[in-house]
């Protein structure tokens, strides 16, 4: 369809609008296989460096353990006393 509506550029534009965050631009990866061979260059070109971005950033969020809540150390943790009420 983009090749008669226009070229490579008008398919990666909306997509990289919509695919906005690092999960969804694995997609790019399916979308690659039905560009026109003759486009996959540019494709490429436009494409690769936010793939490899959202790569890096998929990666990093991998390695880094979770934390629950983040760690204060100036303050010391609030102790709260349970106090049961008498039926």
């Known amino acids: 369809l983009y090749v008669h509506e226009g070229g490579v550029e008008d398919l990666v534009r909306p997509l990289l609008a919509i695919l906005d965050r690092p999960a969804k631009l ?11 061979p ?27 353990p979770p934390a629950l809540r983040p760690a204060r150390q100036d303050t010391p943790p609030k102790r709260h006393l349970i106090t049961p009420v008498p039926d």
């Open 26 to 36: 694995l997609l790019l990866r399916d979308i690659r296989s039905v560009v026109a």
């Open 38 to 64: 003759t486009d996959l260059g540019r494709f490429d070109s436009m494409v690769m460096p936010v793939e490899l971005e959202a790569f890096e950033a998929l990666k990093s969020r991998a390695v880094r």
